[in-house]
């Protein structure tokens, strides 16, 4: 059975190509490729008509939240996806999920319709609420490659590349496509764990001088999205 609940600090870092390729050499020796090692990850982020949780987030308040379903690939109707609630509050990231079939999720985040009851499903369902009305906002896919620690299970790397993200034909059952939302030079690492990073990956990034940095993928297509819209407005009112 997969984890539900997650409690980490996640760390996120750009680093380039050539820097990817020497951290793999080191890494392989303290991990090993996680049950998700490499996938395409596909996401619907939920937000209200106004995006206020992403703008709020934005504003890198202590506490945050984000609701979104994922996939590992691209599903019909009926196969399995993960309802997310993730939260962070001071520094610290709380993850909550539940499996269930993709017209289910859908059910249960368009028209608040409960699949089950369980603690998490109750706990997503208070922010449902909360918000009286979220809708799917933003589709926002990447591949990913994923290692796990070889002792300790709560620390995983992950890079991810090919970040891509579309404001409309919003469906888990269409393929990734969109715009993009890093430079092909970089790569996403991020870093989670639950105690401090090892000595080992502590040297890499200093003699390398790679230093953690802020990056939403969602904060990011939202930036770009209303960069869209103003020059698409700039360009309305040039031609009457």
Not at 132 to 151: D, M, N, Q, T
Request: proline share 3%; hydrophobic share 30%.
């Amino acid at each position: 059975m997969s984890q539900k609940k997650f409690k980490r600090h996640e760390k996120k870092y750009l680093i380039t190509q050539k820097q990817y390729h020497e951290l793999l050499d080191v890494l392989c020796q303290y991990m090993t490729p996680d049950k998700y090692h490499l996938s395409t990850i596909r996401n619907i982020y939920y937000d209200t008509d106004d995006y206020y949780m992403i703008r709020h987030s934005i504003e890198k308040p202590i506490y945050k939240e984000k609701i979104r379903i994922r996939s590992y690939r691209t599903v019909d109707s009926s196969k399995n996806v993960f309802v997310e609630l993730k939260k962070k509050y001071n520094g610290i990231v709380y993850k909550s999920r539940e499996e269930m079939p993709y017209q289910t999720a859908c059910d249960f985040l368009d028209k608040k319709v409960k699949p089950f009851n369980t603690q998490i499903i109750n706990e997503i369902s208070y922010v449902l609420d909360y918000y009286k009305v979220l809708k799917p906002r933003i589709y926002i896919s990447y591949k990913r490659e994923a290692f796990l620690g070889k002792e300790d299970k709560n620390f995983r790397i992950t890079f991810d590349t090919d970040i891509q993200w579309r404001d409309y034909d919003i469906d888990l059952t269409k393929e990734p496509y969109g715009y993009q939302i890093l430079d092909d030079k970089y790569i996403l690492m991020e870093v989670k764990t639950i105690m401090g990073l090892p000595r080992w990956l502590l040297d890499f990034l200093g003699y390398n001088q790679i230093y953690k940095q802020s990056f939403s993928k969602y904060g990011n297509a939202y930036k770009q999205l209303i960069a869209k819209k103003k020059e698409e407005k700039q360009y309305t009112e040039m031609i009457k």
